[in-house]
């Protein structure tokens, strides 16, 4: 079994730090993650997500030492969910990521004026980066290329 999360998103605050009775070190901070996708009318949409970080000891040090808002940050971790009764006696619950490693990565966007929007796949500048057309003829077995004719341009390692 396998419980695994990746995020790469933006900070939306500066990491909080609780420095607890037996010497451990938490922080917490929040991540957004985007999401576009063309709706029903064809217009595109981008939807933001929230995250809830958890980061402990060494790297809740590191956290608090290096991440500011607005930053970009890979992180990997494990989704956890808990509960707590709050002030009132009523049963809370949360889901939060604790992550086990963190990477500032450069800015998080990247510069506007290149005409990307960050990143964030598929973004509305993709709309013209589909496969070319199929030119089969009703032959159900003719394969259509699954590069597109700019892929000399893409920059992806992979």
Same mark, same amino acid.
């Given at each position: 079994m396998v419980n695994r999360v990746i995020l790469i998103g933006n900070l939306g605050r500066d990491p909080e730090i609780r420095r607890l009775e037996n010497g451990a070190v938490v922080a917490k901070f929040p991540i957004a993650t985007n999401e576009n996708y063309k709706d029903k009318n064809?217009?595109?949409?981008?939807?933001?997500?929230?995250?809830?970080?958890?980061?402990?000891?060494?790297? $809740?040090?590191r *956290?608090?030492?290096?991440?500011?808002?607005?930053?970009g940050v890979y992180v990997e971790g494990k989704l956890t969910h808990r509960s707590w009764q709050d002030?009132?006696?009523?049963?809370?619950?949360?889901?939060?990521?604790? *992550?086990?490693y963190f990477r500032i990565i450069s800015? #998080?966007?990247?510069?506007?004026?290149?005409?990307?929007?960050? #990143?964030?796949?598929? $973004?509305?500048e993709?709309?013209?980066?589909?496969?070319?057309?199929?030119? =089969?003829?009703?032959?159900?077995? $003719?394969?259509?290329?699954?590069?597109? =004719?700019? *892929? *000399?341009?893409d920059d992806l390692p992979f």
């Open positions: 064809g217009e595109w949409q981008s939807q933001t997500e929230w995250h809830d970080i958890v980061v402990w000891r060494t790297l $809740a040090e *956290a608090e030492s290096t991440l500011k808002k607005g930053m002030q009132d006696g009523n049963t809370r619950y949360t889901t939060e990521v604790v *992550a086990n800015g #998080g966007r990247r510069d506007e004026s290149s005409g990307s929007s960050g #990143g964030y796949f598929p $973004a509305p993709d709309e013209g980066r589909s496969a070319p057309p199929s030119t =089969d003829n009703g032959d159900s077995s $003719a394969s259509v290329s699954e590069e597109p =004719d700019n *892929a *000399a341009d």
